[in-house]
């Protein structure tokens, strides 16, 4: 079965980068995209762009250009997002998520996400 | 980019009443690849509905997903106490994703 399986909570200063992880499998990896999506504390679900499984381009959303980066290791079937220079305003829960075609219908998958916390 | 408008922004029922939440596209949903997902306060997405009316693996079947081109609904029949949350739609039929802003069912 699909399942996108994230990496664990991260705690961080302020200044500092981290990175979250995007584990699949169930799926052929290379043959959907991996979405980013942002969930500050009370409030939605924000994209904050995507990454081509394929051929490794990014697209990033409005706001979401500069600090974050998305890159893949194909050979583990992961996706990453990573965020520098981390500001209090980054604190929020990240997820990844692939819309793969399942009997002929494209099926949402979302990981569990990632609760990144930045405080001094 | 597709605009997703949920409505009403909060709905205030009690258990076993029905509930019907709106999602209206500014422009026609691609395939009608419109999902629904519940969110309870410190809880991770839950998918409910995908594809406008198709249940997601597990989802009891008081949770009914309808509509096309840029209208769906979600309905629940009768609402049970774990069903208070707030629920989002969202397309994916065209790039980028987008989400509504979400309806919070609350405990009248």
């Known amino acids: 079965q699909v399942q996108l399986v994230q990496s664990g909570s991260e705690l961080k200063k302020p200044g500092a980068s981290v990175k979250v992880s995007c584990k699949a499998s169930?799926?052929?990896?290379?043959?959907?995209?991996m979405n980013w999506v942002r969930q500050a504390p009370g409030h939605g679900l924000e994209l904050m762009g995507w990454?081509?499984?394929?051929?490794?381009?990014?697209t990033y959303a409005q706001g979401f250009t500069g600090r974050f980066v998305f890159s893949l290791d194909t050979s583990v079937n992961t996706a990453y997002l990573q965020i520098s220079s981390l500001k209090a305003e980054d604190t929020a829960v990240y997820y990844c998520?692939?819309?793969?075609?399942?009997?002929?219908?494209?099926?949402?998958?979302w990981g569990q996400g990632t609760l990144v916390t930045v405080s001094s | 980019e597709i605009v997703l408008t949920q409505s009403p922004g909060t709905l205030s029922l009690s258990p076993g009443e029905r509930a019907t939440l709106s999602c209206r596209a500014s422009q026609s949903v691609s395939s009608s690849y419109l999902a629904w997902y519940q969110q309870k306060p410190g809880q991770a997405l839950r998918l409910l509905i995908y594809g406008a009316s198709s249940r997601a693996t597990g989802i009891p079947d008081r949770f009914s997903g309808s509509g096309s081109g840029t209208d769906f609904t979600l309905t629940i029949s009768r609402l049970e106490p774990e069903d208070f949350a707030v629920y989002y739609c969202q397309q994916y039929g065209s790039s980028p994703l987008t989400f509504g802003g979400g309806t919070k069912v609350e405990i009248k």
């Open positions: 990454i081509n499984t394929n051929t490794g381009h990014p």
């Open positions: 998520a692939s819309f793969v075609e399942m009997a002929t219908i494209r099926t949402p998958y």
């Open positions: 169930g799926y052929t990896f290379t043959s959907y995209a």
